[in-house]
């Protein structure tokens, strides 16, 4: 084929989305077509105390669980799968957080295929590194995704690979599908499916699948609410550019939903809803606590939907609540966990003024550990107080639950302490490159070549 002649690589820019752009012809054939390169994920019930009062009745489908510990590598693997002799000598470009990014190094490699990423500089470490070590060219850009995708555009046209979306390319959407496939091949008397939703490939996808299969299954979405896009889409009527914080969900944090998989989700997803963080901070624990999973944000965000009661109406339904990554960095996870023990009533923080004679101090303790807690952390200062005899004590405590922690704070004041919790979620950080006023910017743009090989 003479250079005139190459194919054109699909540019970033979207064409008109249409409800219409994936069929479930597209899922079924997807179905096949990866059915050797991707793991047939488990589907089990949930243990007791996952979700206090579903264990009955609530499923978890284990996408984290897929080669690189995400759902992303079906629609990957599917759309490289697409690509003509041509394009696969040049190789792919795309822009993701993470799981995407990882998804697409790890077959690439399989297949031979050159893949170049642009990551957002706030993307785990821990997955930039892994990207890397599958032979990736990874580009560090921009504070969000859709900074990311608009210097992989750039770059795209310098390069001539083959740009890849990683939520509203066709072809990703109807590999995310075959999760619904299986879903009802696995338990075939579901009747409610819950998904997160990022840039809404997943939702749409897997809503497609089911609806199809099985119309009276109700699909839920649950997205967080600092990175609600897809909630302001359907409000506006359209995607829109949402203005996103940090969250906990770093994988779903995409400012503007794709079209496609907007158009899609619209017409099969019966009800979608907003979760804080403490809710996924929740989620991520009791996953660790009672199922013995280290799941990410954006993979727990499902289960924090139940855990945050808006959806009383699916506990007597067979519910499938599915995980869709478990790429979390260990740099965060101790912070995420204590988050979720706060936010449970487990550990609690009390400032409290006491005596500065000899043995107040250890009387305060004493009194503490009569009432059953156990404190972890101490620090008592003189400067703010201005009685001499007076020191004020700040201590974190572990309690058994909300219960026991009202029993310990009341407790304390019966005995005359002026015992008050601390709470808060701190200061918002508005630009997650500059976490510290001096602290200097990040740098634009970073780039890491693949890992030597030895």
């Not at 250079?3 to 752009?21: L, M, V």
């Not at 957002?120 to 504070?143: D, M, Q, S, W, Y």
């Not at 859709?146 to 990703?172: L, V, W």
């Not at 579901?190 to 809404?200: H, K, L, Q, S």
Request: glycine content about 10%; proline content about 6%; some cysteine.
């Amino acid at each position: 084929m003479a250079a005139n002649d190459a194919p054109t690589p699909p540019q970033p820019s979207k064409p008109e989305a249409t409800e219409d752009s994936v069929l479930f012809e597209d899922v079924a054939t997807a179905a096949y077509r990866v059915r050797e390169g991707v793991i047939r994920s488990r589907l089990t019930k949930a243990r007791e105390g996952t979700v206090d009062g579903w264990c009955n009745n609530l499923f978890i489908k284990h996408e984290h669980r897929q080669h690189t510990g995400s759902f992303k590598e079906r629609g990957a693997l599917n759309a490289m799968l697409l690509m003509t002799p041509e394009q696969r000598k040049r190789g792919v470009i795309a822009a993701s957080a993470g799981n995407h990014a990882l998804a697409l190094a790890y077959h690439g490699r399989r297949l031979g295929i050159p893949v170049t990423v642009v990551m957002p500089l706030f993307a785990p470490l821990a997955k930039v590194n892994r990207c890397r070590e599958f032979g990736a060219t990874i580009h560090l850009h921009g504070a969000n995704i859709q900074e990311a995708r608009e210097e992989a555009s750039e770059m795209m046209k310098e390069t001539g690979q083959t740009y890849i979306n990683g939520y509203d390319d066709p072809a990703i959407i109807a590999g995310t599908g075959t999760i619904g496939i299986e879903i009802l091949e696995q338990l075939p008397d579901t009747e409610a499916v819950v998904v997160p939703i990022g840039g809404g490939g997943l939702i749409a996808g897997v809503a497609l699948a089911i609806k199809k299969l099985r119309p009276d299954v109700q699909v839920i979405g649950v997205e967080p609410k600092n990175c609600d896009s897809y909630t302001q889409a359907l409000a506006a009527g359209k995607p829109v550019r949402a203005a996103t914080r940090v969250t906990l969900a770093d994988g779903l944090n995409v400012p503007e939903v794709g079209g496609n998989a907007f158009a899609i989700a619209r017409k099969y997803v019966d009800k979608t809803v907003v979760v804080d963080e403490k809710w996924i901070a929740v989620a991520i624990l009791k996953l660790l606590e009672h199922e013995r999973f280290v799941v990410e944000g954006g993979g727990a965000t499902g289960i924090a939907g139940l855990l945050s009661g808006q959806l009383p109406e699916l506990k007597n339904k067979k519910t499938v609540a599915i995980l869709c990554g478990s790429n979390v960095d260990t740099t965060v996870l101790g912070r995420v966990i204590e988050r979720g023990l706060f936010t449970e009533g487990r550990l609690v923080n009390i400032d409290c003024p006491i005596s500065d004679r000899p043995g107040g101090l250890a009387n305060f303790c004493s009194d503490v550990h009569k009432l059953g807690g156990n404190i972890i952390h101490i620090h008592h200062e003189r400067a703010p107080i201005a009685d001499i005899n007076i020191v004020s004590v700040r201590c974190s405590v572990e309690c058994m639950d909300e219960g026991h922690k009202r029993k310990i704070l009341n407790g304390l004041r019966d005995q005359g302490y002026d015992a008050k919790e601390l709470t808060g979620d701190g200061p918002r950080v508005k630009d997650p490159t500059r976490l510290h006023r001096d602290e200097p910017a990040m740098p634009k743009s970073v780039v890491a070549r693949p890992a030597a090989k030895l």
